[in-house]
C-alpha cells in the first residue's frame, strides 16, 4: 500500500471533522430511493466497490494534481 492509499483509507482517523458532504448525502439517498431498498441491498457489494475504487481513483488524482500545482507554485 502506498502513503498516498494509507491516507486516503484513514482520512476519517486524521481529520476529526470527517463527515460525508450534504450532496453526497443527497445522492445515497436519490439511488436508494431510484432503485427501491431491496434492489440497492441486493447489489450493494458491487455498487460500494464501484463507488469506492471511482472515489479512491479521484482522490489520488486530485492529490497529485494539487501536488503538482504546489510544485510548479501555480494556483
Known sequence: MTNLEKLYYNMDKVNDTWRDMPET???????????????????????????VSYEKQGFIQG?????????????
Open 25 to 51: 448525502i443527497k445522492a445515497y439517498r436519490a439511488l436508494c430511493s431510484a432503485m427501491g431498498k431491496e434492489s440497492y441491498m441486493k447489489y450493494e457489494d458491487e455498487i460500494s466497490s464501484y463507488v
Open 63 to 75: 492529490f497529485r494534481y494539487a501536488v503538482s500545482l504546489l510544485m510548479e507554485g501555480g494556483e
